[in-house]
C-alpha cells in the first residue's frame, strides 16, 4: 500500500511540474511518456515483489505440510487405509 502511494505522489509532483514547466508542447509530450514508461516499469517490479512474496509464503506452507505428513507417517496411512474402507 505505501509503494501505491508514493508512486501516485510522485506521478502527481512530476506531472504539476511538467504542466508549469517552459517546455513546447512536443518536448512535454516526450517527458510525459518517458515518465509514464518508467511508472509502468516500477509498477511492474511492485507487482512481481508482491507476488514473489505469495509464492514464497506458498512453499513455505507446502513444506511445513510435508514436514508433518512425514512426522505423522503411521497414522496418516492408518487414516488413509481407513477412509478406503469406507
Known amino acids: ?9 510522485i506521478s502527481i ?5 511538467i504542466l508549469v514547466a517552459p517546455d513546447s ?13 518508467a511508472i509502468g516499469d516500477d509498477i511492474e517490479d511492485a507487482f512481481k515483489d508482491i507476488t514473489s512474496g505469495f509464492f514464497e509464503k506458498g512453499e513455505e506452507v507446502e ?5 508433518i ?5 503411521p ?4 487414516l488413509t ?3 478406503g474402507t469406507l
Do not use: C, Q
Open 1 to 9: 500500500m505505501h509503494i501505491i502511494s508514493l508512486v501516485r505522489g
Open 13 to 17: 509532483g512530476f506531472i504539476l511540474g
Open 25 to 37: 508542447g512536443a518536448a512535454t509530450r516526450r517527458k510525459l511518456a518517458r515518465y509514464a514508461s
Open 63 to 67: 513444506s511445513k505440510a510435508e514436514e
Open 69 to 73: 505428513m512425514d512426522r505423522n507417517e
Open 75 to 78: 497414522g496418516y496411512s492408518n
Open 81 to 83: 487405509g481407513y477412509a
